[in-house]
């Protein structure tokens, strides 16, 4: 469902970006969130042809909160 809007390479360079720093961060729920943030503007206003990038970082993240909730449940 697409605003008729399109994604500027600006924006992409910033989403790119934000996608980055939560991965350097280390902090799993930040990078879904940002995974989550990303695919709603992709919604929005198109794909970007490495759209992948952000469901594989958001798969990864996520594998990681669901290891780390089962780990700590088990203690």
Request: with cysteine; hydrophobic share 30%; net charge positive.
């Amino acid at each position: 469902m697409s605003s008729g809007y399109t994604l500027s390479q600006g924006e992409y360079k910033n989403l790119k970006s934000r996608l980055t720093r939560a991965i350097n961060s280390k902090d799993h729920k930040r990078i879904v969130d940002e995974c989550d943030r990303a695919i709603a503007i992709f919604d929005d206003k198109g794909y970007p042809d490495d759209w992948s990038r952000w469901q594989r970082a958001k798969e990864d993240a996520s594998l990681q909160v669901r290891l780390f909730r089962l780990r700590n449940s088990l203690v």
